[in-house]
C-alpha cells in the first residue's frame, strides 16, 4: 500500500498505539498530540474526503468519535472535546482521518480568524438559499425538511398565522372522528335491539357490539 494512512489504518505500520479498532475503522493515537489522548480516526478503505465515504463506514466513524470522546472525558477530565478533520488540499496524510483530542482552557489551540474576510457573514440568507436549494434537487427526499426550514426563518406574525391554520385544521379533524365516533355508538345500538328482539343474552350482545351492560339493559326498556 502505497498510502500511509491505508498502512496504519489497516495495522501495517510499525509502533502504532491502537486503542480501538473494528472492521471498518482503526482508532490511533496521533504521534505528535496536541493533548495526551490526542487520537485519530482513520476509515481501513482509502478514502480522502468525508462525501467519499460509504454510509456505513461514515457512521462507524461518528460512532467511533462518541466512545473516544466519552473515554476521553472519563480519563482526562478535560473542559471539552475538539472533533475534527480536514479535506482537499489540507488532508496532509492524503487519507481521510478525523482528530479527536481533548480540550482545556489556556491550552493555546485556537480557531483563528479568516486572513482574507469576504463578508460572508452578511450573506447567511442567500448562502442558506443557495444550499437548501441544492440540497432539495439532489436529493428530492428532504423537500419537507426545507421546507419546515423555510417556515422557522419566517417572522413571528407568519409563524402564529400558521400555527392558528394548524389548529383550526386539528379541531377540524377532531370535530370529524368524533362524529365518526357516534355515528359508530348509534350503529351498535342499532345492532343491539335487534339482537334484544331475537332473545340474545346480554353478554353475548356486549361482546358483539362493544356496548356495556348497562347501556344494553337501557336499550331493553
Not at 466519552?70 to 482526562?76: E, S, V
Not at 482521518?97 to 486572513?115: A, F, I, N, S, T
Request: glycine share 6%; with cysteine.
Amino acid at each position: 500500500m502505497d498510502c500511509l494512512g491505508c498502512r496504519i489504518a489497516n495495522g501495517l505500520e510499525p509502533d502504532l498505539n491502537i486503542v480501538y479498532e473494528n472492521e471498518y475503522i482503526t482508532c490511533v493515537l496521533d504521534i505528535e498530540p496536541f493533548n495526551e489522548g490526542h487520537t485519530l480516526i482513520l476509515p481501513k478503505k482509502h478514502y480522502w474526503d468525508v462525501d467519499e465515504m460509504d454510509a456505513k463506514t461514515a457512521h462507524t466513524v461518528m460512532e467511533a468519535s462518541q466512545k473516544l470522546s466519552a473515554l476521553l472525558k472519563r480519563l482526562y477530565r478535560p473542559d471539552g472535546i475538539r472533533i475534527i478533520a480536514d479535506g482537499g488540499k489540507f488532508n496532509d496524510l492524503t487519507h481521510y482521518h478525523m482528530h479527536v483530542l481533548p480540550r482545556y482552557e489556556g491550552d493555546g489551540l485556537l480557531w483563528g480568524e479568516p486572513l482574507h474576510p469576504d463578508g460572508a457573514g452578511e450573506r447567511l440568507g442567500e448562502t442558506r438559499r443557495r444550499m437548501v436549494e441544492e440540497l432539495a434537487e439532489k436529493e428530492p427526499m428532504l423537500k419537507k425538511a426545507m421546507d419546515t426550514l423555510e417556515f422557522l426563518s419566517q417572522d413571528a406574525a407568519a409563524r402564529m398565522a400558521y400555527d392558528a391554520r394548524m389548529k383550526a385544521l386539528s379541531d377540524e379533524h377532531s370535530r370529524i372522528e368524533s362524529a365518526e365516533e357516534k355515528g359508530r355508538s348509534e350503529t351498535s345500538k342499532e345492532i343491539a335491539i335487534k339482537l334484544l328482539e331475537r332473545g340474545i343474552d346480554l353478554q353475548t350482545i356486549s361482546e358483539a357490539t362493544g356496548l356495556l351492560l348497562e347501556e344494553i339493559k337501557e336499550l331493553r326498556q
